[in-house]
């Protein structure tokens, strides 16, 4: 049995007291275990300390052998000083006081006092220690410095160089986070500022965090600008539904309207990060189309009726249609939406023609990597991703796909040596600090998966190195260098459902799943929208094996809409899903719904794909209801209700449970949570996503029981290569 391997500690005395804290741990951390602070701006925890505010400053002496304590001549910064053995602190004392009064004497003298007209007034560090550890009165009568006001680094991001502290934090972000290096200082002195190359456009797709760990006010969201004040919010806990990864945000609003979104910790999903189209994508709760009231069409126009005439024609509509109704449903409903649905259609109105994925080239179940293979399409969790000693990146831009697990990737090479192998037919992010990048031409990607399973010993591959660099315009010295990087410790691949948009896509898919599975490496084959993976759990595809004992496969999205052009689907729900707008062929999308009988949208808006509609119902917003959703890592975290649904909008797990009711009258599902028990007691995996189980961080789906790797069917598929 392996020994579990021992942190090593130190005793060092803090304000007296003694206490034991890990070997070369910052002071302003060992601070923290006695509950203790120490006053900081330019530290933080998840950056490396650089020690240019001087606000952390504390007094440290070392125990002599005769017992006495010889203390240093001048104060340390707590930031970048190391815990060592014997060490004694001193945080509060008058010399302390006195050197922290005069930190933040020199931080005010260029500093203006436009709290009242701040964005970070009543929530700003600056402002916070100034009152605590700050002078009474300022002794600065001279002019002070004037810069530019609101100066637009990006359409997020607005800079007020008159606030700058110059403690480095935004510069440091782009450097150490986010990697895009966007942001340095310019200038020396009182004039230095952060900026970005020739002064050009903050474009990184993580800028909205400089807003949030911007200690003063010189980093402001454009967005957010002059619209609240902190203690005119309302704050909650909320899951962001417009990525994938299930980033865990605060939802702030005021007066029942949504005002802003920011980072919430969760160390398992995005520590306390947001991609900018979670952090700035969420504007559409304040639509001004907002639908509030059922309506039903009469000529070129639309009459309000109510819910229960709506919906008894609806289930009238669906019923005689049979297997000739159809529904598509949006990526962002709750789990619990999604298995009310399916159940409807299967269960009442015997129609297996329901699809949540707005693809031409969608995957059939029976194919996906799970139902061929044998092998778990996502294996490897976000948190894991950073402990990695290698990972390949295949097919997938990181950053705009899977933001944290880029995030994570990053981390763990930039902290931890972990390489980082590239393969992509065009440049991505993750080229900045990829080990090895291999530019394949498009179309020959599982020609490059069987190349890379042949080098590292998948029985059935042919593939050498020198066939594979010729078929895929990679060069031989680059595929070398791949196959040594993944050859030993623990990998993973990574990559994404947009690599299945073409047949070569996706069998280069089962290939890198056989590939992962033979030699023991991780694999994630992760969704690509907010709740997609809650689709393909709950059975909202066409060929599920969810409730469907009496009701055969049914068609696929491209195949509905085909069959609408050709009169095949008579009837035609759409749910939270704007198929003009979001289904690649368009000219087929406005076929379909000129030739469809009866045409229902269900939305939170009038979109484009409403105006065709026979009948509009109006649809609740993820944060205007209870229920939990899926993220790509399999993490099913819920999301509270925080704001009112606007008139008679209603919960889509609420529309399907009342049609459910006048179609077949029983005892109805009353809140999300009884839908939840449901679930669990027909998928064992969702037994600890019970809500008075389910952990704040999320429950972690386990992996299916009876996966195995078939072999002889990834022989075939090496074989037809």
Not at 474 to 502: C, F, M, N, P, W
Not at 594 to 614: K, Q
Not at 617 to 623: E, F, K, N, Q, S
Request: aromatic share 6%.
């Amino acid at each position: 049995m392996a020994s579990v391997v021992q942190e090593q500690t130190v005793k060092i005395t803090i304000n007296g007291i003694e206490i034991d804290v890990p070997k070369n741990e910052l002071i302003v951390e060992s601070v923290k275990r006695l509950g203790l602070e120490v006053p900081i701006f330019c530290y933080h925890p998840r950056m490396k300390p650089v020690g240019m505010c001087r606000m952390c400053l504390v007094e440290v002496g070392f125990k002599q052998p005769d017992g006495s304590v010889r203390m240093m001549p001048k104060p340390q910064a707590a930031c970048t000083l190391p815990a060592s053995d014997g060490m004694v602190i001193t945080t509060d004392s008058e010399q302390i006081h006195k050197d922290r009064k005069g930190v933040l004497e020199f931080l005010l003298i260029n500093h203006p006092l436009d709290c009242p007209i701040c964005d970070r007034g009543g929530e700003c560090p600056l402002q916070n220690n100034t009152l605590a550890y700050g002078p009474s009165t300022s002794r600065f009568v001279e002019i002070k410095r004037h810069l530019p006001k609101a100066y637009p680094l990006s359409k997020y991001v607005t800079l007020d160089l008159e606030r700058c502290i110059q403690c480095g934090r935004c510069v440091r972000f782009t450097e150490e986070i986010s990697g895009d290096s966007q942001l340095a200082f310019r200038f020396r002195g009182a004039a230095m500022q952060p900026s970005t190359y020739q002064l050009t456009d903050f474009e990184s797709k993580f800028s909205g965090n400089v807003i949030e760990i911007c200690p003063v006010g010189a980093l402001t969201s454009s967005r957010y600008r002059f619209r609240a004040r902190p203690w005119d919010l309302e704050t909650k806990p909320g899951i962001c539904t417009v990525t994938p990864c299930g980033t865990n945000v605060w939802f702030d609003y005021r007066a029942g309207k949504f005002v802003r979104i920011n980072g919430r910790t969760n160390e398992e999903v995005n520590e306390e990060w947001t991609a900018d189209r979670c952090k700035f994508g969420h504007d559409f709760y304040n639509a001004e189309d907002r639908l509030t009231a059922p309506n039903k069409r009469n000529g070129d126009g639309f009459v309000r009726v109510g819910w229960g005439d709506a919906l008894g024609e609806v289930v009238k509509t669906f019923e005689a249609a049979g297997t000739k109704g159809a529904i598509l449903l949006g990526a962002n409903l709750s789990n619990e939406a999604y298995f009310a649905t399916q159940k409807l259609f299967r269960n009442v109105f015997n129609s297996p023609n329901i699809d949540a994925r707005m693809t031409e080239n969608a995957v059939s179940s029976a194919d996906s990597v799970e139902a061929k293979l044998g092998v778990a399409a996502v294996s490897t969790p976000i948190s894991a991703l950073e402990s990695q000693d290698a990972v390949l990146i295949f097919g997938t831009s990181l950053a705009d796909e899977q933001p944290m697990s880029f995030l994570r990737v990053r981390k763990g090479w930039y902290q931890n040596g972990m390489k980082v192998v590239v393969a992509h037919h065009s440049p991505t992010d993750a080229d900045s600090f990829a080990h090895v990048v291999l530019n394949y031409e498009p179309g020959t990607e599982a020609k490059l998966a069987a190349g890379l399973a042949g080098a590292l010993g998948v029985s059935g591959a042919k593939s050498s190195l020198s066939d594979t660099a010729r078929a895929t315009g990679v060069s031989e010295s680059a595929l070398a260098q791949a196959v040594e990087v993944l050859k030993s410790g623990s990998r993973t691949i990574l990559t994404t459902h947009a690599l299945d948009e073409s047949a070569s896509g996706r069998t280069a898919t089962h290939v890198l799943a056989g590939l992962a599975a033979s030699a023991g490496i991780g694999f994630n084959h992760m969704a690509l929208h907010a709740n997609s993976q809650g689709a393909i759990e709950m059975g909202a595809l066409p060929d599920s094996g969810v409730n469907t004992a009496s009701v055969a496969s049914g068609k696929n999205t491209k195949q509905i809409l085909e069959a609408c052009v050709s009169g095949e689907i008579t009837a035609l729900w759409l749910v939270g899903c704007d198929v003009l707008n979001e289904y690649p062929d368009r000219a087929l999308v406005e076929k379909a719904l000129e030739n469809v009988e009866t045409l229902v949208v269900a939305d939170f808006r009038a979109t484009e794909t409403a105006s065709y509609a026979s009948l509009i119902l109006p649809m609740a917003l993820p944060a205007e209801q209870d229920g939990t959703y899926t993220s790509s890592e399999r993490r099913v975290q819920r999301m509270k209700q925080i704001l009112p649904a606007p008139g008679e909008a209603k919960p889509v797990w609420r529309i399907m449970t009342e049609a459910y009711l006048r179609a077949k009258p029983g005892v109805p599902s009353f809140n999300p949570a009884e839908i939840m028990n449901e679930i669990a007691a027909e998928h064992g995996g969702f037994a600890g996503a019970k809500y008075d189980v389910l952990p704040e961080s999320g429950h972690l789906l386990p992996t299916r029981p009876g996966l195995a790797l078939k072999s002889d069917v990834l022989t075939g598929v090496l074989g037809s290569l």
